[in-house]
Nanobody, 114 residues
């Protein structure tokens, strides 16, 4: 069953912006939600996380450029990405944690041209 669905990826120029969205669908009682990314040939890395209460962590590489937010009533998490760089190019994955399980979306491609 697909429980996390990302959207909003695409092709942008350096310095441009994208807003990613993730719908949790049938997941309930979510604690942390977050965004991870994986470039070809590289390991998946944390981009940003946000707790149910709003505590936020960012990777140093995106701090000041990306903003994570969530709407608990809608079971949505968002990632506003500004000042995009070519090194931000990756598949971005939504993540959700409950007290019993961790779930991942299928990913959405973000490509930042040179």
């Amino acid at each position: 069953q697909v429980q996390l669905v990302e959207s909003g990826g695409g092709l942008v120029q350096p310095g441009g912006s994208l807003r990613l969205s993730c719908a949790a669908r049938t997941i309930f009682a979510i604690d942390n939600m977050g965004w991870y990314r994986q470039a070809p040939g590289k390991q998946r890395e944390l981009v940003a996380t946000i707790s149910r209460g709003g505590n936020i962590n960012y990777a140093d590489s995106v701090k000041g450029r990306f903003t994570i937010s969530r709407d608990n009533s809608k079971k949505m998490v968002y990632l506003q990405m500004n000042s995009l760089k070519p090194e931000d190019t990756a598949v971005y994955y939504c993540n959700a944690d409950t007290s019993t399980r961790t779930l991942w979306g299928q990913g959405t491609q973000v490509t930042v041209s040179s």
